[in-house]
């Protein structure tokens, strides 16, 4: 091989790390809202997934209409959040401490929304138009790389600094942590473990909103995508193990390569180079890497 | 709770008698209505004698459609031949996922097979030399077979009726008994001795066995298998049926077919909005009537507490 073929190889493998690591951080920020819910409130939210479809065409409508991205971006957190709120009020209270029921009664409600989705924006496929701020190419050593997809890295990594700082360093993340570990011992310590758990589920939502806006701008949205979005964060929250911020990063990233290198190596294969190892690393370590037992 | 012998028979008569009064139309619904009757019991097999609930039952019912219309048309294999692949590939499938997932319980269960599920979807819909990609495969195995409707529906009955029994005396059976001793107590029935994995494991393939017998007759009925066949909806509806029917009344499974397919039938023909109205329901059940329909009535009839309240197993 010469030295300019070797050189070619090696700017095209860092453009599928750097592809990979940009999808991983999008899958980080849906799905650490995906792992909180979880790991505090032993919901699996099966609409997240369609949360951050929502998130996105709110997104996109408020984007088209006022033309700022950083609106669109808050519009869409705001809305997922108060639709969180409303079906952790509205639906899930009636089916508290049956775990089943709960999964099962969000998988209903993301059905409704992914069809709701469809009445009210159509089956067409929606592009949230990258504001002037981020288009372009930056340079990151010898490579030209999108500024958009290095906005979104930035952002995953920033949301992994916030969660990091919320869940150990301020009262509110003691409470989740603790929460997570003992519910039963925080409620006897005499503090109203509800509110708590409402915060993370809109907190949560919020991420999946904020993930929609991101996703939609470099994908795209169509009525398939929160099945998508949500295959991927199931994958990513049960590699890392339940309720772990550490694990939801970690298995974000794997998936993200894998997924990346999967689509370009064996495109046919794509979802077994996927699931495959997933599969596995869960037959032999049921609650994931960092998952502990309930 | 088993439906008592009077109760069984006058079910496979009123099935019997079904095409004889109803136009074609409806003794093709009434035929599907069948089909996912087998696959419906044979979920609940798994998350009513069990305990563990599966989402990927679609994804094993839609694999024995392919096996039997691949086979058939690309080899060009006898159709006794391609049914009997179809069947056993199922079952080869159930116990891989058995292999993979029988550790797990509860949610993580759920989670597992929802993923396993994925991955067969995901091949269904990429592999396309083999499964057509998203065109499916479409044979004329029902023509050669020379079957009407009315025809065709007759021996769906039979085989229904057949494999209906198989499960129920598998449920009914001293295996069976142990299952329910794996759901009600699993870490007593390993201390006396019982291999959990193990029977889990072969329940799972039964369970696996039943469901490709219903994606045989789907095969034979439809003519046609897509990955829309294998998705997740598919598993979804399917439990929706067992848990409407009731999770561990077996027979559950012919009203939750029921209620469903007819619901489907009826909402189709005044709008497109079925996805949402199947989401509704499931929202529904599950705050309403967790125990299924058979289950509510039985409750509001006798007041008895003698089943399950949490409906769905846990």
């Known amino acids: ?294 | 709770m088993m439906l008592s012998r009077p109760y069984a028979l006058a079910g496979a008569a009123f099935l019997a008698c079904v095409p004889l009064v109803l136009p074609s139309y409806y003794v093709s619904v009434a035929t599907q209505i069948l089909i996912f009757s087998v696959l419906t019991m044979s979920i609940d097999v798994l998350a009513g004698f069990t305990g563990r609930t599966p989402l990927c039952f679609g994804a094993i019912f839609g694999t024995s459609a392919y096996v039997v219309l691949y086979t058939f048309s690309v080899f060009g294999w006898p159709w006794p031949l391609a049914m009997i692949c179809g069947v056993l590939g199922a079952s080869l499938l159930a116990l891989l996922f058995a292999a993979l997932a029988v550790r797990t319980s509860g949610v993580y269960f759920l989670l597992l097979t929802l993923a396993l599920g994925l991955i067969v979807w995901g091949i269904c819909l990429r592999w396309t030399p083999v499964t057509g990609g998203e065109n499916g495969l479409r044979t004329e195995l029902r023509q050669s077979l020379g079957l009407s409707a009315r025809g065709l529906y007759a021996c769906v009955a039979l085989v229904v009726g057949v494999v209906t029994f198989a499960m129920w005396r598998f449920v009914r059976s001293p295996f069976g008994l142990t299952l329910r001793g794996i759901k009600e107590g699993e870490g007593r029935m390993a201390s006396l001795g019982y291999d959990v994995p193990l029977h889990l494991t072969i329940a799972f393939t039964a369970a696996g066995f039943f469901a490709g017998i219903a994606g045989v007759l789907y095969a034979v009925f439809n003519d046609f298998v897509s990955p829309s066949t294998v998705q997740l909806a598919q598993s979804v509806s399917g439990l929706l049926m067992a848990i409407v029917g009731g999770i561990g009344t077996l027979f559950g499974g012919f009203v939750g077919a029921f209620v469903i397919i007819a619901l489907e039938q009826a909402v189709s023909s005044v709008t497109e909005r079925w996805p949402m109205v199947l989401g509704l329901t499931f929202i529904a059940i599950m705050i309403f009537a967790p125990e299924g329909v058979i289950g509510k009535a039985r409750l509001l009839l006798t007041k008895s507490h003698n089943i399950d309240p949490d409906g769905v197993g846990r």
């Open chain 1, 1 to 294: 091989m010469n030295v300019n073929a070797w050189a070619g190889f090696k700017r095209v493998l860092a453009f599928q790390i750097m592809n990979g690591l940009t999808f991983a951080a999008l899958l980080f920020v849906v799905a650490s809202g995906f792992t909180l819910i979880f790991g505090l409130l032993r919901i699996v939210n099966l609409a997240h997934g369609a949360l951050y479809l929502f998130g996105g065409y709110v997104g996109f409508t408020v984007g088209a209409w006022s033309g700022s991205f950083v609106l669109a971006m808050l519009s869409a957190m705001i809305f997922v959040a108060l639709a969180g709120y409303a079906l952790d009020q509205g639906l899930l209270r009636f089916v508290r401490g049956v775990e089943l029921r709960q999964v099962m009664l969000t998988l209903g409600v993301a059905f409704v929304l992914n069809d709701l989705g469809l009445v009210i924006w159509g089956g067409d496929t929606f592009t949230i138009p990258t504001p002037e701020w981020l288009q372009g190419a930056v340079m990151i050593g010898k490579l030209f790389y999108p500024k958009f997809r290095v906005f979104v890295l930035v952002v995953g990594v920033l949301v992994f600094a916030a969660l990091w700082l919320l869940l150990n360093k301020t009262r509110l993340g003691a409470l989740i942590r603790a929460g997570v570990d003992d519910r039963e011992m925080v409620e006897a310590c005499g503090i109203d473990i509800r509110s708590v758990f409402l915060v993370t589920f809109m907190l949560g939502s919020a991420l999946a909103g904020l993930g929609g806006v991101l996703g939609g701008t470099f994908l795209a949205l169509y009525p398939s995508a929160d099945a998508e979005i949500l295959v991927f964060s199931l994958a990513v929250v049960i590699i890392g193990g339940r309720g772990s911020l550490a694990g939801a990063a970690i298995g974000a990233v794997l998936i993200g390569l894998l997924n990346t290198f999967g689509q370009v190596w064996f495109p046919q294969l794509a979802y077994f180079v996927i699931f495959g190892p997933m599969a596995l690393l869960l037959a032999f370590r049921p609650l994931g890497l960092f998952g502990k037992a309930a």
